[in-house]
């Protein structure tokens, strides 16, 4: 039986939802259990102002990823922002960052979510 460590070594994560508060969770929890995994994609869109990477970089800096920073000071690295919106078609990434993800990407966990509980199911 493989462990979830060694499953997780050499691969490329995507994932939805960094910035809210599950998906910085498991961001956390991957990059410290998981340390030989190879870099984590994270779709983040442009909000208030800041890019993708400025919000990264904001959830990167808080007191969740402490320990992290300690054990593996090196962890960024592995942390790739694209720029997306889910609520567009094709999550309005760019062509190049498309084919990054397709070629790249073999495990994907979907975070994401809207806060907004009057919003239309469509």
Same mark, same amino acid.
């Given at each position: ?11 490329? !994560? ?25 870099? !984590?994609? !994270? ?11 400025? +919000? ?12 992290? +920073? ?53």
């Amino acid at each position: 039986m493989v462990s979830i460590p060694e499953y997780y070594e050499g691969k490329n !994560v995507l994932l939805t939802g960094a910035t809210g508060f599950l998906g910085k969770v498991l961001l956390e929890k991957l990059l410290r259990s998981c340390p030989k995994v190879n870099s !984590v994609y !994270v779709l983040v869109r442009q909000k208030a102002g800041q890019t993708p990477q400025e +919000r990264v970089e904001e959830v990167l800096s808080g007191k969740l990823f402490d320990r992290l +920073r300690d054990e593996n000071p090196d962890f960024r690295e592995k942390i790739i922002a694209i720029n997306s919106e889910l609520t567009q078609p094709k999550l309005a990434l760019s062509e190049e960052d498309k084919e990054v993800i397709i070629d790249s990407t073999n495990i994907i966990f979907h975070c994401a979510a809207t806060v907004r509980f009057n919003e239309n199911l469509r």
